[in-house]
């Protein structure tokens, strides 16, 4: 166990050094290659600004999201009115949905209660 410590702290020395070195240059060549994204200035007064800009497109998006999802609902209630016409891989998807579901549900309960996975700290 020792060893393994010692050789993990080894290598967390190796990428501390490899970032302190070539980590400036990276940086730099990052923001060249992203300038036009930058605002300038970078006030309080700027930041505000892109705030609300982002929250009211985002607000802006929800009538059509909305009418997307009433159409999956749609669809969803024509399948179930023939079921009898599902093929399996049909089924199969739906079954997979379905599992995916209860996994980010279980993966929530389990961030829910700070990563412990047989219940809430005392």
């Given at each position: 166990m020792a060893a393994r410590l010692q050789q993990l702290q080894s290598k967390a020395c190796q990428a501390t050094q490899y970032v302190s070195k070539h980590g400036t240059t990276y940086y730099k060549q990052l923001?060249?290659?992203?300038?036009?994204?930058?605002?300038?200035?970078?006030?309080?007064?700027?930041?505000?600004?892109?705030s609300k800009q982002l929250f009211y497109t985002r607000l802006a998006s929800i009538p059509g999201r909305t009418e997307t999802?009433?159409?999956?609902?749609?669809y969803v209630k024509s399948m179930w009115r023939h079921r009898q016409e599902m093929k399996v891989e049909d089924l199969g998807i739906a079954?997979?949905?379905?599992?995916?579901?209860?996994?980010?549900?279980?993966a929530g309960e389990i961030i829910g209660r700070g990563f412990t996975i047989t219940g809430y700290y005392p």
């Open positions: 923001m060249e290659q992203n300038k036009q994204y930058v605002k300038e200035p970078a006030t309080v007064e700027t930041c505000s600004e892109l999802f009433w159409k999956e609902i749609d079954a997979l949905f379905g599992l995916e579901c209860f996994a980010w549900f279980c």
